[in-house]
């Protein structure tokens, strides 16, 4: 271990997600562990700006393990995009002799940690976000938690889809990436799945609707992320074109809460550890990745490169299957 590192600082930024909880529980036990003092700061970039640190103990992340959102809180830091604001965050940390950081949320906060990276702060990000949008790693913390919140709202609507013979369009989260819809569309059967990345044809929805139900289906769910259109228009064309009756229902942010399922728990603490070990190594701009089952550390700006491209297998399997 390079002697030089004694401190080191977590904060959670961007949207939350489930699992946040178990990883910031991980650096700080294995910071603890590592004979490191740990801070947490509270509501991201905006509280590294404006000094808001705590000293975290073993029991500062006892009892969080298995809950959702962030004890630390999260919040969106315009300031942190400007040079002033990142100047600020540099003298918080230096202040406290706090040698390394760890930044937990999505995209736009590896952007702050990677210019805070530039002027000289030793930093790792850990993917968590609830999208899965992230490049380098095959998944974030909270996206597997989504999904089966996604599939276990399904289930209870189709049970009311049944009973009314209705068509439901629930939209799920996913503004540029049909990840979740496509996870949670192939989990629980949606006679349709609609994603940003391939265009749909109502034409085709309809036939489908009207194939199923010669043979006898009285309900549908059509699965849509936000991303691929507006839900109410469609549920309105549909109905208007087809004559079936249609429900439309947001899932909206109860997609961002819940306990974490037991993948995210483990991702997350593998995460938060490899996050502390590659501080501990002495290594920086990095940040956690799950690739081929596995934790590892890759460069963060692999973050920003090219996205694992939409997998058209398994989207085409789902229309295959919905046959
Ligand atoms: P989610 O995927 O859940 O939206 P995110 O981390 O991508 O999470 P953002 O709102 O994009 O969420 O970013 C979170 C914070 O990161 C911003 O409020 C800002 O403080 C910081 N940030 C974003 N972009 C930059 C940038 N270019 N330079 C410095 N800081 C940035």
Redesign the pocket.
Known sequence: MPDTLKSIAVLT?????PGMNAAIRAVVRKGIYHDLKVYGVKR???GLIHGEFREMNLGSVADIVHRGGTVLMT???????TQEG?QKAIEQLRMRGIDGLIVI????????A??LSAQGIKVVGVP????N?IAGTDLTIGFDTAVNTVVEAVSKIRDTATSHERTFIVEVMGRDCGSIALQAGLACGAESILVPEIPFDLDDIITKLRRGHRRGKNHSIILVAEGAGSAYKLGEDLHTRSGFDTRVTILGHLQRGGNPSALDGVLASGMGGKAVEILLAGESDMMTAYVNQEVTGVPLSIAFGPRRPFNRALYDLAGELAI
């Open positions: 930024s961007g949207g939350d997600a991201g970039f905006e919040a969106r830091s315009p300031e942190m995009k990142q949320g999505g995209d736009g906060s590896f952007r702050g990677q210019a968590g976000t609830i999208d949008d």
